[in-house]
């Protein structure tokens, strides 16, 4: 997850602390995190994994100097879910998210943040894996909805008060095996400054996005 979000090339050099945490093993051996309703508990354990991770921030924050304004989200796929899921709930811990691959609870009734979040949705147009247009994922034999990524974009958007509408940001050159600037930037419009939105797009991005050296850079 670091690797892919560039953040191993930055974290000493710029003095901050990087917490990789890891998920429960399933009963299939792979590891999960209890996110939001559709990923990915997908057999009911019911591991507290909000509780889990909200205590291992208390408890780093004991033996580190922590702002605790300047604390941030990154998820990939499930993990995603998972940042969607404390960002949601914990709003007044967080200052802003990165969504890789994932997507937040398809109902708005199920996200209600207490303050505004930054959030950055990214997501590649073809993955299979979690449909850039919205899909089910089969959790205790029931399929359970989550989102497209423009519809997290939009209910984001709606939660922190962006009344203003989307606009096109400056097209990017993230990922280094696909030609040109690949990735299209949406930008949510009258955000407050503590609560910006964009969704960033990947044309012919898959489930995994390797970014290049010079975004990586």
């Known amino acids: 997850m670091a690797y892919y979000a560039g953040v191993d090339l930055l974290f000493e050099s710029e003095g901050f602390l990087m917490v990789a945490p890891d998920g429960t093993l399933d009963q299939d051996g792979m590891r999960f995190w209890n996110g939001t309703d559709a990923c990915c508990d997908l057999f009911?354990?019911?591991?507290?994994d909000e509780a889990y991770l909200m205590g291992l921030l208390d408890d780093i924050a004991e033996d580190y100097t922590v702002d605790p304004a300047r604390i941030y989200l990154i998820g990939y796929s499930n993990g995603a879910f998972m940042s969607h899921?404390?960002?949601?709930h914990h709003a007044d811990r967080f200052a802003a998210m990165v969504s890789m691959s994932g997507a937040t609870y398809a109902s708005a009734a199920d996200c209600a943040p207490s303050e505004p979040v930054s959030v950055l949705q990214l997501h590649g147009d073809m993955d299979p894996t979690?449909?850039?247009?919205g899909g089910t994922i089969t959790v205790e034999n029931a399929?359970?909805?989550y989102?497209?990524?423009?519809?997290?974009?939009d209910l984001w958007a709606a939660s922190n008060g962006c009344g203003d509408a989307a606009t096109d940001g400056p097209a990017r050159d993230l990922v280094g095996s696909l030609d040109g600037n690949e990735t299209a930037v949406l930008e949510a419009g009258g955000c407050p400054?503590?609560?910006?939105?964009?969704?960033?797009t990947v044309a012919?991005?898959?489930h995994v996005l390797l970014l290049n050296a010079t975004s990586r850079g």
């Open 44 to 48: 009911g354990a019911g591991v507290d």
């Open 85 to 88: 899921r404390l960002a949601c």
């Open 130 to 133: 979690i449909l850039y247009g």
């Open 143 to 145: 399929p359970v909805a």
């Open 147 to 153: 989102p497209a990524a423009r519809a997290t974009f």
């Open 193 to 200: 400054d503590d609560g910006r939105v964009e969704l960033w």
């Open 204 to 206: 012919g991005g898959t």
